[in-house]
């Protein structure tokens, strides 16, 4: 089938992830799905125009998918009708006219620098137990690094070098980058490998199961989320708010934007600026407290 040709292309020679690939072919099955439902009897993908994706995209609106959902589906769509005109399979790209609907300008979650040190401190540096000991590092590694999931999930035992105190992360498009790290980090990943080889035994996975599998990204979302549901007041939890939290900790703290930009692993600047609207709400925040602008009248920082 054509989706799984785009598959393999994706995989062998764009280097993309697993969970990319699973993302796009999921997203390309459901337009299948909708465009048979409209009529069996269209040719797929010779018969695709631009008026079919668009009535899939008022069809998933009115199913109420985000701006931000259908856009990603737009763009899977994008990749695999420019995939087929590269193959020569169709003539005219359907997708040439198309634009998605305007994303709303949301600030990410991110944990307050508080709540963060209260969580950490909180976790029972004494147990010594597997589970419990790889849980608490992974928390405490996410929100240090701001590393992704999946990156936290493909890292091997070789990655990390406690001489120079730096980890190699392989990120998207198979791009590596290295990310410093401190000496209580390196404390709790030395602990954690000294309990993982006792207990479940060597492995050339940095992270694994009980039964010495490699951790999946799924298992680390929901190691987090249970981990994150001690902050009761976080509307959102997931390991991309850990992330979220380690740029915004990172400029609020005197970090530069490009610094932050390659410890992230993002491609251009546009990616990391929207950490700094979040910074300039703190700022905000904290000026409101000067006594000028507490003075009757006073609007400064807005």
Known sequence: MVIEEFSNYLR??????DYTITAYGKDLRQFVSYIKGLD??????EGIDADMVRRWIVSLMDQGYTSASVNRKLSSLKSFFKYLMKQKTIS????????????????????????????LEEADASDEDFKSVRDQLIVEMLYDTGMRRS????????????????????????????IPFA????NLMQKYQQVRDREVG??????????????????VYNIVRDKLSEIPTLAKRSPHVLRHS??????????????VKDLLGHSSLASTSV???????????????HPRAQKEGGNYGN
Request: net charge positive.
């Open 12 to 17: 062998y020679e764009r280097n993309y992830s």
């Open 40 to 45: 069996s009897t269209i040719p797929f993908p």
């Open 92 to 119: 005219v790209d359907p997708m040439r006219l198309i634009t998605g609907p305007k994303n709303k300008k949301t600030l990410p979650y991110f944990i307050k620098d508080a709540d963060m040190e209260l969580l």
């Open 151 to 178: 990156e936290l999930a493909n890292l091997r035992d070789a990655d990390v070098d406690y001489d120079l105190m730096q980890i190699k992360v392989t990120g998207k498009r198979n791009k590596q980058r290295l």
């Open 183 to 186: 000496d209580e980090l390196k």
């Open 202 to 219: 060597k492995s050339e996975w940095f992270f694994t199961r009980k039964n010495g599998e490699q951790l999946r990204p799924y298992i």
């Open 246 to 259: 380690f740029a915004t900790s990172m400029l609020n703290n005197g970090a530069e934007l490009n610094a």
């Open 275 to 289: 950490y700094t609207h979040t910074s300039f709400e703190e700022l905000k925040k904290v000026y409101h407290a």
